[in-house]
């Protein structure tokens, strides 16, 4: 095999011959599958904002890193998800959740450490999880969930299931050493992961420039044989079109891969980031809403393709915000956890009260 | 005397000790340019350049790791970690390497690094950022562990910790940053393992370190007021070394003792102050030996519930009415 030097944009993944050449997202979605996407996308911004909210009245504490501006990643690779695929991700976790269905009451009631958040309370922001849905997590150690995403590729394979595993990750946690270790071990043994790199320039105040050494970061890709692409992130179309043959071949023939999208999230790394134009021109944020709004871009191809009239738009619109508003009275109305509830779901063996093994568990007198 | 935040305190040990030596570096993720996630080293860059502060990639294991080999040839780097919790990423560099090279090569190299930064609960971030592992240290041969409680302490042991020869972790606190305490412009040291009484009482002993200390303070005053129970709150300030005749000289002088920490109980900092007591002082216990520690769980992420789980006043005084 030849590898390709620095110059090289991609190390494709070959298109599939048999059946000819896949069909495009524009031409294989029908008009309802596009509105969704749209429409999940309002979603997740409108969630964020109202958590935004709910953190300045001081009802969310702690981390709260919003998506606003990746959400066409979100929507595009949960979209392409099939039965048997999963995902797996860092902290900045809710538009993914929102992606593979979760509902926004769940989330925002986890935000506010309620009973009935989709972690009863227990996990926050940075650890939202649906393994129903083959939803991961939400992990909050920097490329702490990399080894895991190699992992779930493991299982899908040695269980002979034709799926695939998506871990995302951000462009500062490609300079973790268990990401790497997780590259080798995933070519190494074939497995069907696919790390997509959700690159939005910075890590916390750090610029990728300042934090990486050699770019495209999915290049790194090739030192593991692996393939790898970078995608322009702002177009839900094309992150589909180019993402879709690597899951293809990552179910098929057990081939794993590195994507790089590129992103930009508008606002600071988490909420108590205060200063984020300090370390990033205002300019270059406003090029990006203005330019590259992922949710802007996606309103006029489809108002370009016939299928979103103005009218939706305003009703999409309303019904996102008043499902997050819904769900921000859903959060504030509920319980906290019963006290109790520090104690469950600790070990399994104990709330399964098997009573197979002897000796104490806990020890808090 | 000027009153200092517990931030500003650390900032001008590091900018002392980098003017007084060249070989004091500072590194660790966003310290320079962005002025460090709690704004710890603010203004260091600006001030000492590139080659004196330094911000690394999120790399814990690698920076760590690079901390340790620089040391060896004398480079004396100060590694912040974001969070304490974050050394799990680097646990082989920290635990394995620079606790054990000095013994393994029969003392000829010596590891004179300061890992620091915050490990406490409290903050509402969940279990993966809450951890507090000043235990798992201690309980390292060849590591040193320092958990300052107050702006003073902080400035006088990050010095001596920077000066010293040995791996010392220094563990703050992020509930402590923006509070103040009076500290002198003059210079001073603190050396390790010397304990200080905080408070002096004669009914019980509270015995704590870092952010606990400061919550046994405002539990002895409300057992004075509301109670009439006059406590000795005993700071330990480093845990090895460790203070024991502090520790036994308090013991002897109340005769009851109730140690306080952030530590899950099991073989938390506390059982280890608990099993010196009843060796050395058993005698002078006129009641069993309380412990006061992190409930038993993963840190809640749930704010009121979480605030159960860190010791507090109302678990301390209940713990001290418990045995007076
Ligand atoms: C091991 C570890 N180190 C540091 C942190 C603190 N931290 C949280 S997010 C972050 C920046 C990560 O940036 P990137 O990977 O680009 O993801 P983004 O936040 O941009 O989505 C840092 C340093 C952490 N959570 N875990
Ligand atoms: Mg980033």
Redesign the interface.
């Known amino acids: 095999m030849t590898k390709k030097t620095s110059q090289a944009a991609s190390k494709r993944a070959k298109t599939k011959t048999a059946g000819g050449a896949k069909k495009s997202t524009a031409s294989s979605l029908s008009r309802d599958e596009k509105i969704k996407l749209y429409r999940d996308m309002v979603r997740i911004r409108r969630f964020e904002e109202r958590s935004l909210h709910a953190y300045q009245q001081g009802k969310i504490?702690?981390?709260l890193h919003l998506y606003i501006g990746q959400e066409a990643i979100a929507v595009a690779t949960a979209s392409l998800m099939k039965e048997n695929d999963h995902i797996i991700t860092a902290y900045r976790d809710h538009g993914q959740a929102l992606s593979v269905g979760m509902t926004m009451n769940e989330c925002m009631a986890?935000l506010y450490?309620?009973f009935t958040g989709c972690?009863k309370?227990?996990?926050?922001?940075?650890?939202f999880f649906a393994p129903e849905k083959r939803y991961w997590g939400g992990?909050?150690?920097?490329?702490?969930q990399t080894p895991l995403g190699a992992g779930i590729a493991f299982a899908l394979k040695y269980k002979k299931v034709e799926g695939c595993c998506l871990c995302l990750l951000g462009d500062?946690?490609v300079?973790?050493?268990?990401y790497h270790e997780s590259l080798n071990l995933a070519a190494l043994w074939n497995l069907p992961v696919i790390y997509v790199i959700e690159n939005n320039r910075y890590?916390?105040?750090?610029s990728q420039k300042?934090?990486?050494a050699g770019a495209p970061l999915a290049r790194r890709a090739e030192g593991y044989d692996m393939e790898w692409e970078v995608i322009d992130g702002s177009s839900v179309y094309e992150i589909r079109d180019k993402l879709a043959p690597f899951m293809d071949r990552a179910r098929e023939e057990q081939i794993p891969a590195v994507v790089e999208i590129q992103t930009y999230r508008y606002r600071g790394h988490s909420v108590a980031d205060a200063n984020h134009e300090k370390?990033r021109s205002k300019k270059e944020i406003e090029n990006y809403k203005k330019n590259h709004d992922p949710i802007m871009l996606f309103q006029r191809t489809l108002q370009k393709e016939g299928i979103l009239k103005e009218a939706a738009i305003e009703e999409i619109d309303r019904e996102a915000k008043k499902e997050a508003a819904d769900s921000a009275k859903f959060a504030d109305e509920s319980p906290?956890?019963p006290?109790e509830?520090?104690?469950t779901d600790?070990y399994w063996e104990v709330d399964h009260k098997t009573g197979r093994n002897h000796g104490r568990l806990?020890?808090?007198d | 005397m000027p009153q200092l935040t517990y931030r500003k305190a650390l900032n001008e040990a590091f900018a002392e000790e980098i003017e007084r030596d060249e070989n004091v570096v500072l590194i660790g993720?966003?310290i320079a340019?962005?002025n460090g996630?709690y704004k710890v080293t603010e203004g260091l860059h600006a001030r000492f350049g590139d080659r004196r502060v330094m911000?690394t990639?999120?790399?814990?294991?690698?920076f760590c790791g690079l901390g340790i080999g620089a040391s060896m040839l004398g480079i004396r780097p100060v590694i912040e970690l974001m969070f304490w919790?974050?050394s799990?990423?680097a646990f082989d560099q920290l635990f394995n390497n620079a606790a054990t090279v000095r013994y393994m090569s029969g003392g000829l190299l010596n590891v004179p690094i300061v890992v620091r930064g915050p490990a406490n609960g409290g903050?509402?971030?969940?279990?993966?950022?809450s951890h507090t592992p000043e235990n798992f240290a201690a309980y390292t041969p060849g590591l040193k562990v320092v958990c300052p409680a107050t702006a003073y302490d902080a400035k006088g042991l990050m010095k001596t910790a920077i000066r010293d020869n040995d791996p010392v972790f220094v563990m703050e606190n992020t509930l402590l940053y923006g509070q103040k305490w009076e500290v002198p412009e003059e210079e001073y040291l603190i050396p390790l393992g010397k304990a200080d009484v905080k408070r002096e009482g004669s009914d019980v002993s509270l015995i704590a370190h870092g952010r606990c200390a400061i919550t046994c303070l405002e539990a002895a005053e409300k057992l004075k007021e509301e109670h009439d129970i006059d406590a000795e709150v005993l700071d330990l300030r480093s845990i090895r070394p460790l203070d024991q005749d502090a520790i036994l000289e308090t013991v002897r002088k109340t005769n009851r003792a109730v140690l306080v920490e952030e530590n899950?109980?099991?073989c938390g900092t506390a059982a280890q102050i608990a099993a010196l007591i009843q060796e050395h002082a058993f005698d002078h216990l006129d009641a069993p030996v309380k412990r006061v520690?992190a409930?038993?769980?993963?840190q809640?992420?749930?704010?009121?519930?979480e605030d159960?789980?860190i010791p507090n006043v109302r678990r301390i005084i209940k713990a001290v009415q418990e045995i007076t």
């Open positions: 504490g702690g981390f986890e450490g309620k972690s309370g227990k996990g926050g922001s940075m650890h992990h909050g150690i920097v490329g702490g500062g946690a300079n973790q050493g268990a890590s916390m105040g750090t300042r934090s990486s370390y906290l956890p006290e509830e520090i104690f600790v806990f020890f808090n | 993720e966003e340019e962005y996630a911000d990639p999120i790399s814990e294991a690698g919790s974050f799990y990423v903050t509402n971030v969940g279990a993966t950022h899950k109980p099991f520690s409930l038993d769980a993963p809640i992420y749930s704010k009121p519930l159960e789980m």
